[in-house]
Nanobody
Framework: QVQLVESGGGLVQAGGSLRLSCAVS????????VGWFRQAPGLEREFVAA????????LYADSVKGRFALSRDNAKNTVYLQMNSLKPEDTAVYYC???????????????WGQGTQVTVSS
């Protein structure tokens, strides 16, 4: 059974940084595309970034491009989302998700974590 566990959320002032981690267990990590999504109260879950199972550059939503950076450590079965220059509008619950062998930006991922809260104060 594939499980994803997010960590690293918290409260930060605008302009600050956080690093989220997504630890994946129960599957063959190198086969997974891992994506990050976020959901603010009253809004739909939206794509943030994704990194594929193969060699290639991550994809980013326009709203985070240049501020967020996604990386993966296949030895640790973990994906990291470095978030810099945070804004109040980045406040949301952040979820990581995994799917095998496809790189996608919609929510059609097979496995999801429970989410971690990120709050950016102004």
């Amino acid at each position: 059974q594939v499980q994803l566990v997010e960590s690293g959320g918290g409260l930060v002032q605008a302009g600050g940084s956080l690093r989220l981690s997504c630890a994946v267990s129960g599957g063959i990590f190198r086969r997974f595309t891992v994506g990050w999504f976020r959901q603010a109260p009253g809004l739909e879950r939206e794509f943030v970034a994704a990194i594929s199972w193969s060699v290639g550059s991550p994809l980013y939503a326009d709203s985070v491009k240049g501020r967020f950076a996604l990386s993966r450590d296949n030895a640790k079965n973990t994906v990291y989302l470095q978030m810099n220059s945070l804004k109040p509008e980045d406040t949301a619950v952040y979820y990581c998700a995994a799917v095998q062998f496809v790189l996608r930006t919609d929510t059609q991922y097979d496995y999801w974590g429970q989410g971690t809260q990120v709050t950016v104060s102004s």
